[in-house]
């Protein structure tokens, strides 16, 4: 609860249900009910979203692959495939990836192919991934570990918009 994230608020279960003050506005608490079964069911059909919420929840999904390929060279495979368009360009953009060069000495390749929700990879084919290859196991984790924080809060905020976020001005008046 330390590193609450705005973005998520009323998205994941609280605590606090059952028990706390406010237990006699049971209408209240139904229709609130109803409304948040709506807003997950939307809010987990995004692509990537429930990885995301699920992380937030402290439950981790690894979907990366290590491999070491000599006492100085680590590599791991990541895949990017399953997360919102906006999730996968901010990776795989030039400004990230030469970020991520910079800052973990870290090689970041975009490898594989865009797979829909629909679409399974045939053989031969892979899903799209990052290529991560480094010196040092412990910087490799860490741009792992960046790259998975970027990719989780574009994830976010592709929710947060997709949830009426884009209709905030009006033009008309």
């Not at 000495?105 to 084919?125: D, H, I, M, S």
């Amino acid at each position: 609860a330390d590193d609450e994230d705005p973005t998520l608020d009323g998205l994941l279960p609280s605590d606090e249900t059952g028990g706390g003050s406010g237990g006699g506005n049971d209408d209240g608490g139904k229709s609130d009910a109803k409304a948040h079964a709506k807003l997950s069911a939307d809010v987990l059909a995004l692509p990537g979203m429930k990885a995301a919420l699920m992380k937030k929840a402290g439950f981790s999904e690894d979907t990366s692959r290590s491999l070491s390929t000599g006492a100085n060279h680590f590599v791991e495979e990541m895949e990017i495939n399953d997360y919102p368009r906006e999730a996968r360009w901010r990776v795989t953009q030039k400004e990230t990836t030469s970020r991520l060069q910079d800052e973990f000495q870290t090689a970041v390749t975009l490898k594989g192919e865009y797979f829909g929700p629909n679409r399974e990879p045939g053989e031969g084919e892979r899903k799209l991934y990052l290529l991560l290859e480094s010196s040092s196991e412990q910087i490799l984790q860490n741009c792992i570990l960046e790259i998975k924080r970027l990719l989780n809060e574009e994830t976010l905020r592709v929710g947060a918009r997709g949830l009426g976020g884009s209709h905030r001005y009006n033009v008309l008046g």
